[in-house]
């Protein structure tokens, strides 16, 4: 609504004209002067911008809803309250029943450990009709590195919903429900990105997915500040369009190795710098997610999975709803599973750190388990 | 005070001064007709003039008494009335006594940290918690929840509301027995009917809401805090112009600052973290640069040490700086004590 054009905002004629007669045509340049520098500009007494710009913002604020009132539209009008369950018991009753609609969901994880797989099976999920549990809808896929395989996709599908899957022409319908994309640069990403805005509510698409957020950014910049800022315009969209199609939109994030410049601490705590740092050459492994900071605060779901001592987890890093929860898993062919469904709390730094130890025996195991 | 400084159009202005008028004593003697006559105005226009310039100079006049300024109020006064206002608890014992009881009404109080911390946790909690009644020490108020980020969950809310009401018949039962008629009148859905969001998707909105947040308070007097999560989101993004963010920003506090004070209620700004160079290394500081951090009564700051949660007083001007342990439960913010193991969700 910033750019509302203030002459259709009922305002006294006489003042839209003068409005109109500056140039000043949107609500976002009469908002962004001050009261002083529009009384210069429109050359009218201070009590009557005073009042326009009342007028102004109470048109363009948006309206308000009490707390009680959006929970009951959200028990009504949506399946299963909001949520895409992952099937994965602990971890839907730990996110109150699963992807949460309308916000941005994130998979942090070295290479290999089954970020893909989890995305592949979430879309799988998503296009399932609702009497099988599934949200009955289109799925858009961002493949940005190229990683979509759909023999896998049909695999897990086969192996996790054999009634479905083994039904004449499921496995083709399922499978045409998914729909691929494969930007090449951040540019072309942008396109697509306003396409989908589009074609979200036309299409009845129930699930996005993009694969990874950093291998977009990674490619353009080396290193450092642009990086942040390329996504800015990026990070408001995306959230945007998860707000308004309410619709789950999960994202991937790689990890790389903590550099000397990502601060980890305030300057008040600086005293305690010398501790820390013997503390960090001990652990040589230290991964970070890529995206920075900035992007991190964007998310409202963080899930991490990490390897340590050979064994799998996906912790919950970050979510408004959840305690910081850790399930060990392993990837089968059908997909991700949990190993237990009951999981342990974490505390303090543990519940952000992605761990990559001993990972390597697994991928191979897996990747030769799948061959 | 002279003419330049009134609050009329540019062109008014000019054409007083241009025709002698640069004082407002030269002003006061003169009949609207006159004025109109010599300044070249129409009859209401200078009638308009004559009246904003009366006001000023009345203003002007009343410098010279020392304590019957319009709107001034002695120490002694302020002190009684901050005695008088409860403060917010934020239901972690150990954080209210750094806070010298909890969030105070009438300040601005920017609460800052890393993405999982437990911002929002916070934010939620005192939206439930302004609302606990008079009789429990609370502020029967509502509270206003504008989310920039869209990370406000309902669910959550609806968990530590009720857990809030539980601790509520918790300490009922030992202070007296008439505990039947309260509850009837608290239950989580009242919680949530007084919590009012505003969903705000561009730094524009963010502005008019600020603009018209003194009109929506004035129809509901209720209202005892105002919690923005984050302040940050929409001026990260999308600014070329810093000096003009700048601007913004401190204009938006400004008029926060005003409310808080005229409703007396309390301003809770949520805000992230960023990376800043500094003494030759990186350290993290809150977001927005060092002309917002003005912008604030008082600055938290939530941080890891080690395991556990912590909450620091970076800026008060009334608090000595302290930090105190918390931790974020199914129940919402509490004590951060390992004698009191969490109770899990499941």
């Not at chain 1, 007494?45 to 009042?51: I, K, N, P, R, Y």
């Not at chain 1, 619709?247 to 790689?254: C, F, R």
């Not at chain 2, 009343?62 to 002695?74: F, K, L, R, V």
């Not at chain 2, 608890?89 to 800052?112: A, F, Q, W, Y």
Request: proline letters at 3%.
């Amino acid at each position: 609504m910033a750019n509302m054009v203030i002459s259709e905002m009922g305002l006294p004629k006489w003042i839209a004209n003068i409005f109109a007669a500056r140039n000043i045509i949107t609500a976002k340049e009469a908002l962004s002067l001050t009261e002083f520098e529009l009384m210069e500009f429109l050359d009218v007494g201070l009590a009557e911008v005073t009042s326009a710009v009342a007028h102004i913002s109470e048109i363009v604020c948006p309206p308000y809803q009490t707390a009680l009132s959006l929970m009951e539209q959200r028990v009504q009008n949506e399946h299963l309250a909001g949520h895409l369950p992952t099937r994965l018991k602990g971890l839907d009753e730990a996110l109150c029943g699963g992807i949460p609609f309308g916000v941005l969901t994130e998979l942090v994880g070295p290479a290999g450990i089954g970020k893909t797989q989890f995305c592949l099976k979430l879309s799988l999920l998503a296009s399932l009709p609702a009497s099988y549990g599934g949200l009955d809808g289109r799925v858009i896929y961002i493949d940005v590195e190229s990683k979509f395989s759909s023999r896998r996709m049909i695999e897990i599908g086969m192996k996790s919903f054999p009634e479905i899957f083994l039904k004449k022409g499921m496995a083709q319908e399922m499978g045409g429900r998914i729909l691929v994309l494969h930007p090449t640069s951040l540019s072309e990403f942008t396109e697509s990105l306003q396409q989908i805005k589009v074609s979200l509510l036309q299409h009845q698409v129930k699930l996005l997915v993009i694969d990874s957020m950093a291998a977009l950014v990674s490619g353009e910049y080396e290193q450092g500040a642009p990086r942040q800022h390329a996504l800015g315009w990026h990070v408001s969209f995306i959230k945007s369009l998860a707000e308004f199609s309410r619709i789950p939109i999960v994202v991937t994030n790689q990890v790389r190795s903590q550099s000397r410049d990502d601060a980890c601490q305030y300057s008040f705590q600086v005293q305690r710098w010398d501790d820390t740092k013997e503390d960090r050459t001990r652990y040589d492994s230290h991964l970070v997610a890529a995206l920075g900071v900035h992007w991190a605060h964007a998310v409202t779901i963080r899930l991490v999975l990490e390897s340590k001592s050979g064994q799998r987890f996906i912790k919950v890093a970050k979510s408004p709803i959840s305690p910081p929860l850790a399930f060990p898993f392993n990837i089968t062919s059908s997909g991700m599973s949990l190993l237990s469904d009951g999981g342990f709390e974490l505390t303090g730094p543990d519940i952000n750190t992605i761990h990559c130890q001993g990972h390597n025996d697994i991928i191979n195991f897996v990747g030769e388990s799948l061959q | 005070m002279e003419v330049g400084r009134l609050p009329i159009s540019a062109s008014q202005r000019g054409k007083l001064i241009s025709a002698g008028y640069t004082t407002l004593s030269s002003l006061s003697s003169l009949s609207p007709s006159v004025l109109a006559r010599e300044v070249n105005v129409s009859d209401t226009e200078a009638a308009q003039i004559l009246k904003v310039a009366s006001h000023g100079s009345r203003l002007d006049g009343s410098e010279g008494g020392c304590a019957t300024i319009n709107g001034a109020q002695t120490a002694w006064d302020m002190l009684h009335e901050e005695e008088m206002f409860p403060r917010i608890t934020t239901s972690c014992v150990d954080l209210d006594n750094i806070l010298g009881g909890g969030i105070n009404c009438k300040e601005v109080t920017e609460i800052g940290g890393v993405p999982g911390i437990g911002k929002t946790q916070l934010g939620i909690q005192l939206a439930v918690n302004v609302q606990i009644p008079v009789d429990y020490g609370g502020l029967g108020g509502k509270a206003i929840y504008i989310d920039t980020e869209g990370s406000f969950m309902v669910e959550r809310a609806l968990q530590i509301a009720e857990a809030c009401i539980e601790d509520m018949s918790e300490s009922d039962g030992l202070l007296r027995k008439d505990f039947k008629a309260c509850q009837l009148k608290m239950h989580p859905n009242n919680i949530l009917e007084n919590l009012f969001y505003f969903r705000v998707c561009s730094y524009t909105e963010q502005i008019a809401l600020t603009n018209y947040l003194e009109k929506f308070i004035s129809e509901h007097k209720d209202v005892k805090i105002v919690i923005v999560d984050s302040v940050t989101f929409h001026f990260r993004q999308d600014f070329d112009d810093m000096a003009l963010r700048t601007r913004l920003l401190s204009g938006m506090a400004l008029k926060l600052m005003k409310l808080a004070k005229v409703f007396s209620l309390a301003v809770v700004l949520l805000n992230q973290v960023t990376n800043k160079y500094t003494e030759g290394s990186f350290q993290l500081t809150l977001a927005l640069g060092d002309s917002w951090s003005h912008s604030c009564t008082n600055r938290v700051i939530l941080y890891w040490n080690g395991n556990e949660r912590y909450a620091y007083i970076d800026k008060s001007p009334s608090l000595r700086s302290a930090s105190a342990p918390y931790s974020v439960t199914s129940k919402g913010i509490r004590n951060s004590a390992s004698n009191c193991k969490r109770i899990k969700m499941m």
